[in-house]
């Protein structure tokens, strides 16, 4: 019997998750041994609670990395933290993340794409899908040609890390990984606000915040580059299944408004977790300090109390709610950039001559618990 981390992988999970929406929509799987939140209200309560963190409250880092430099980047990500510290650095990251120039970031997309395409071939959809974007973002921050690609390579490393299967070979890479990732980012939060750039703006805002420390930033610069890797994956492998299955991909600023939906529709992150640290109570679920919550994202957005006709991908959707990334204090915060980078990648791919007819029939998915990635 499906669960909702089997059906991540399916060709077609929504079907499933429809029923959960209708008939379980705050419940407790036997299977799982956790809670599944799937519709609207329900996602919004978990997501909004202060009751629910993202971490385990006596785990707060996974025992296999902790005081390895995966463990100190870790610790200190405001997506994997939760408190006044984590409120008021998450205001730094997204201060910054919000000067960020989306057109500066579609170009080197732009750059990046040309490069990887100018082999010829059947396109590297591996590189396009995960390199790009991790390379675009190390661009941001400063790294130049080489240093980029070599972040890109070590990102996939460190996320290794980051889900709860993650054994003592991932989390060795990641511990290596995010040594030398702390090595390429260091000296562009040690230059401070001089310059331009993702780096410099993370310092700037820090300082107009007074945040004390650096070695938040460093670890949130890391973030960034992390946060990009499996979901900007995720959405460029989406909007090509969404192509092949038939939508035509229009002219900016259409095009963006068409990724934006696919967002929605076919979410690159289907779901996330949160723990108990108090009691929780919504609707007639009574939930206790220790339980765990698997929060799906992707079913909310089909939701037809929030999103009319959930099942139709509709790039003219007025005012969609739209929870692929999160909510409330934990809300991403570069989803911009996703899009932008995203927008970019697929449109030169296409001016390319690459025709999307061309990818199969059936879509394979990557054997993930929370990301929808397709096998291209």
Not at 20 to 45: I, K, N, T
Not at 197 to 213: D, I, N, T
Not at 225 to 233: C, F, G, I, R, V
């Amino acid at each position: 019997m499906t669960t909702p981390i089997d059906a991540v992988r399916l060709p077609d999970p929504y079907p499933y998750y429809a029923t959960l929406v209708a008939e379980r929509p705050l419940a407790f799987d036997e299977r799982l041994g956790a809670w599944v939140a799937s519709d609207a209200a329900s996602v919004r309560a978990v997501l909004s609670s202060g009751a629910l963190r993202v971490r385990p409250p006596a785990e707060p880092v996974p025992a296999g990395i902790t005081g390895t430099p995966a463990g100190e980047v870790f610790g200190d990500l405001v997506r994997m933290t939760d408190g006044e510290l984590q409120h008021r650095l998450k205001s730094v990251v997204v201060d910054a993340l919000g000067r960020v120039d989306a057109v500066h970031a579609a170009d080197l997309a732009v750059e990046r794409t040309r490069e990887v395409l100018a082999a010829g071939g059947r396109p590297p959809f591996e590189e396009l899908m995960f390199g790009v974007p991790a390379r675009v973002v190390a661009g941001l921050c400063g790294l130049d040609r080489g240093a980029d690609a070599e972040a890109a390579r070590l990102i996939g490393d460190f996320v290794q890390c980051i889900p709860a299967s993650a054994g003592p070979p991932e989390q060795k890479s990641a511990a290596l990984a995010a040594g030398r990732l702390q090595e390429l980012l260091g000296p562009g939060i040690d230059r401070g606000d001089d310059g331009t750039g993702l780096l410099a703006e993370l310092v700037r805002s820090a300082r107009r915040a007074s945040w004390p420390s650096t070695a938040p930033l460093l670890a949130n610069a890391i973030g960034f580059l992390s946060q990009t890797y499996d979901a900007t994956a995720g959405l460029i492998g989406n909007t090509l299944v969404a192509l092949a299955r038939g939508t035509r991909w229009p002219q900016q600023p259409a095009a963006e408004a068409l990724v934006r939906e696919v967002v929605r529709h076919d979410a690159p992150v289907q779901n996330t977790r949160r723990f108990a640290a108090e009691s929780f109570h919504h609707a007639d679920a009574e939930i206790a300090p220790g339980a765990q919550v698997l929060v799906v994202l992707a079913a909310a957005n089909r939701d037809p109390a929030v999103n009319p006709d959930p099942g139709a991908l509709r790039p003219d959707r007025a005012a969609p709610a739209v929870f692929t990334f999160g909510a409330a204090a934990h809300r991403c915060p570069g989803e911009t950039l996703a899009v932008a980078v995203t927008t970019a990648v697929v449109g030169e791919l296409l001016a390319a001559g690459f025709d999307p007819a061309e990818l199969p029939a059936e879509v394979a998915y990557r054997p993930l618990a929370n990301a929808r990635i397709p096998v291209l």
